[in-house]
């Protein structure tokens, strides 16, 4: 695909100009260019440069989310037109994303691949709670559940989501950016099976068992303070506000959105911890505090910011959660 093709069509996004965008991908098409390519080096690939030019701070959260709402319309569009319908001669899936994950392009270019592929699939969109998957699976009896998980902070989400779908004996078909590379995360959380993207998940399902078992208990060190951290997080979370007021004094001072957004980092922080915890993969938090410091130094914030919240998370942890403490120590 012509770079100048994706640039054009980024800049549509960055002008919240839907229906630019949608004659522009149109237009690939009626000159021979198929719906796979067009999703791929244009809707997917515009929307990992959308996430790169907000964390270098190119964008503000507001043209991101802009550019977000215009490129899932435009895929919206672009597979009603091409849609095979609902009724799947191979059997019936549902396609949610984990607990907490609110990011929905991936599950929609997922769930229309294996539509394509025969399979009749409901779209179920954002963060629906395990408790309400579970009764619903109870009452459509699906062949199958996708999960998709997008930001690796919702790991746990995709865990609870996993454990409610198989109770009912539906299997699982894991994917998305949240479970990297391999299996590995998708494995130990619970998934029946792990695809890296919707090409590989529709040769996946074509050895599909339509019936699973209830997903095995977590008996890795990590997964009882992943546990209590899930549970404690509004604790812990003032503890480390405390903590870091006595090591930097300003924050003391802070009011309003400076105070909401040091909040929302240290959330954020311990639900990474969390994350790390339940999948037993230091990597994990290492990689969000090193993508952190890229952020916050776009932003014009040294890289001590960093170092500071980490400090004051760990004397928050403290000897209550050992593993946990040790984990932010040695990153």
């Not at 630019?20 to 991908?25: I, Y």
């Not at 999960?147 to 989400?157: D, E, K, M, T, Y």
């Not at 979370?237 to 006595?246: F, G, I, Q, S, V």
Request: aromatic residues 6%; negative net charge.
């Amino acid at each position: 695909m012509n770079a100048g093709v994706l640039e054009e069509y980024l800049g549509h996004l960055a002008a919240g100009d839907r229906k630019r965008a949608l004659d522009l991908v149109m237009s690939l098409m009626r000159n021979g260019i198929s719906l796979e390519v067009v999703v791929e080096d244009v809707v997917r690939a515009g929307q990992v440069e959308v996430g790169r030019r907000w964390e270098s701070n190119e964008w503000s959260v507001a043209q991101e989310h802009a550019a977000t709402a215009v490129a899932e319309s435009v895929f919206t569009a672009l597979v009603d037109r091409h849609d095979p319908g609902d009724d799947g001669p191979r059997g019936r899936l549902v396609a949610v994303c984990a607990e907490g994950e609110w990011h929905t392009l991936a599950l929609r270019v997922l769930a229309d691949h294996v539509r394509r592929a025969g399979w009749g699939v409901t779209f179920l969109g954002p963060s629906v709670p395990a408790a309400q998957m579970a009764r619903y699976l109870h009452d459509v009896g699906p062949d199958g559940l996708l999960v998709s998980c997008s930001v690796p902070l919702n790991l746990g989400g995709a865990r609870r989501l996993i454990e409610a779908s198989r109770a009912t004996g539906t299997p699982v078909l894991a994917g998305g950016r949240a479970f990297g590379d391999d299996s590995r995360r998708a494995d130990i959380v619970g998934a029946d099976a792990w695809a890296p993207d919707p090409a590989a998940a529709a040769a996946r399902l074509d050895s599909w068992t339509s019936f699973t078992t209830p997903a095995p208990p977590l008996t890795h060190p990590g997964a009882a303070e992943h546990a209590r951290l899930e549970r404690d997080a509004a604790v812990v979370l003032d503890r480390a506000m405390t903590e870091l007021a006595e090591a930097y004094p300003p924050v003391k001072e802070y009011t309003g959105h400076r105070l909401e957004r040091t909040e929302e980092d240290l959330h954020y922080l311990l639900r990474f911890l969390s994350a790390a915890l339940l999948v037993d993969e230091p990597r994990l938090l290492a990689d969000y505090l090193a993508w952190l410091e890229v952020v916050l130094g776009a932003r014009g914030l040294p890289p001590s910011v960093v170092g500071a919240t980490v400090d004051a998370v760990a004397r928050a942890t403290g000897p209550d959660l050992p593993l946990a403490t040790e984990l932010l120590r040695s990153v």
